[in-house]
């Protein structure tokens, strides 16, 4: 009897084993982790938002960073692998300096822990500030410093606490993974040409040097010219430069700030979503408007571009 069930048991054993080649040579192409599964949190990997000018409004920032699903409601980065890139003018016109830097210092730091990335542009704000071109601070942004001295002394780039982390991380222009340009005002051809590397370097340099009259801080730089918003000699001829600009960086889209659309405060795009205009006038001072530029970038190349409201999103 006993020979008998170790018959069996070897008989059963043999069978099971004569299955098992298919599966197993399965699976070594398609192998099976035993790590338990993660809940995701909804973050694409492939995701950025832009959000525009800021004017030390603490309150609209956080609000707008939430709407995007970039912030949780302590302020901290919820954003998983996402990209935030703000374009400038994260000063002036409000009492919340300090408190804007540091969030986004936070944030660069908290963002890149979780996979994610954080872009800072110079505004035309910046650069004034940083050269101490003080006409647009308000009373409650020089005692949040101590006075106008302190404020003067933190500014310095060389030595002021806030000065070294801006020019430590801010940029005059930035490229998102070779699609789309952003900078604070318009991009002209003229500067275009000379690619985003040598723009950096000749914002850096100038202000650096503290010469912030150097050609790429003046009216048709990429911190002031509006030429494209206002629509300069025609719309044809602004969807001609905006094209010329597109091939000499090889892009597909250019995003500024700056000129505020706080009449609308909607996102303006024009010639057939060649170029957009992200200042919508987030701050109180502007009228308090939320509003964000997402870009979903899509596995066969392609991107979907939405403006982001309240309401919901919005194709652009």
């Known amino acids: 009897?006993?020979?008998?069930?170790?018959?069996?048991?070897?008989?059963?054993?043999?069978?099971?084993?004569?299955?098992?080649?298919?599966?197993?040579?399965?699976?070594?192409?398609h192998p099976v982790s035993s790590a338990p599964k993660t809940k995701s949190n909804n973050n694409k990997a492939n995701r950025m938002v832009a959000v525009g000018d800021l004017h030390s409004d603490l309150p609209q920032t956080l609000a707008v960073l939430r709407m995007a699903q970039l912030v949780d409601e302590d302020g901290n980065w919820s954003g998983g692998r996402d990209t935030l890139v703000q374009t400038g003018d994260i000063v002036d016109r409000g009492p919340d300096t300090i408190a804007l830097y540091e969030l986004f210092e936070k944030l660069r730091i908290q963002a890149k822990a979780a996979g994610g990335k954080i872009v800072n542009l110079y505004g035309n704000h910046e650069v004034m500030n940083i050269g101490q071109d003080l006409r647009y601070v308000t009373e409650e942004d020089f005692m949040s410093f101590g006075g106008?001295?302190?404020?003067?002394?933190?500014?310095?780039?060389?030595?002021?606490?806030?000065g070294k982390m801006i020019f430590r991380n801010f940029n005059i222009t930035y490229i998102h993974n070779g699609h789309t340009v952003f900078s604070h005002g318009?991009?002209?051809?003229?500067?275009?040409?000379?690619?985003?590397?040598?723009?950096?370097?000749?914002?850096?340099?100038?202000?650096?040097?503290?010469?912030?009259?150097?050609?790429?801080?003046?009216?048709?730089?990429?911190?002031?010219?509006?030429?494209?918003?206002?629509?300069?000699?025609?719309?044809?001829?602004?969807?001609?430069?905006?094209?010329?600009?597109?091939?000499?960086?090889?892009?597909r889209r250019l995003i500024s700030g700056h000129t505020p659309q706080y009449l609308t405060g909607k996102v303006l795009s024009i010639c057939d979503g060649s170029y957009m205009v992200i200042d919508v006038g987030i701050s109180t001072y502007y009228g308090g408007h939320l509003a964000a530029l997402e870009i979903i970038e899509h596995n066969n190349g392609e991107q979907s571009v939405h403006a982001l409201y309240p309401g919901g999103k919005t194709l652009v």
């Open 148 to 162: 106008r001295q302190q404020r003067k002394e933190a500014w310095d780039v060389k030595t002021g606490w806030l």
């Open 1 to 29: 009897m006993l020979r008998f069930l170790l018959f069996l048991t070897g008989l059963c054993l043999l069978v099971t084993y004569w299955r098992q080649p298919n599966n197993l040579e399965n699976s070594k192409h």
């Open 186 to 251: 318009d991009m002209e051809p003229e500067w275009a040409r000379l690619g985003v590397d040598t723009l950096n370097h000749l914002a850096q340099e100038a202000i650096w040097n503290s010469n912030f009259h150097a050609p790429i801080f003046r009216g048709t730089g990429p911190i002031w010219s509006r030429d494209h918003a206002m629509g300069e000699g025609g719309m044809d001829a602004t969807c001609r430069r905006i094209e010329q600009v597109k091939k000499a960086l090889g892009v």
